[in-house]
């Protein structure tokens, strides 16, 4: 069984950046892929960005260019660099991490706000 954990989340103005971090309880290259995802109020939950066991990346249309996706597989850790953040970016984000059986943490707040 493999926790994972997020961190980082916040308060942030809008055009502020924060690093979202999340540690797993074991090697993440057990997994075939990792992914950061978001839910905000109301809507249902969306991937934002997907990095795969070998490092590429995928990501939404929404955060292309502003949001950046990496892995420290020594400390088993990914990494969520978001900039330029905009109000419609506040949500819980998640992390996940998949091989026959997927992993969630337990999410963690940003709020986009003036």
């Known amino acids: 069984q493999v926790q994972l954990v997020e961190s980082g989340g916040g308060l942030v103005q809008p055009g502020g950046s924060l690093r979202l971090s999340c540690a797993a309880s074991?090697?993440?290259?057990?997994?075939?892929?990792m992914g950061w995802y978001r839910q905000a109020p109301g809507k249902e939950r969306e991937l934002v960005a997907h990095?795969?066991?070998?490092?590429?990346?995928d990501y939404a249309d929404s955060v292309q260019g502003r949001f950046t996706a990496s892995r420290d597989n020594a400390k088993n850790t990914v990494y969520l660099q978001m900039n330029n953040l905009k109000p419609e970016d506040t949500a819980v984000y998640y992390c996940?991490?998949?091989?026959?059986?997927?992993?969630w943490g337990q999410g963690t707040q940003v709020t986009v706000s003036s």
């Open positions: 074991g090697s993440i290259l057990s997994f075939n892929g």
């Open positions: 990095i795969s066991r070998g490092g590429s990346q």
């Open positions: 996940s991490g998949w091989s026959t059986v997927t992993y």
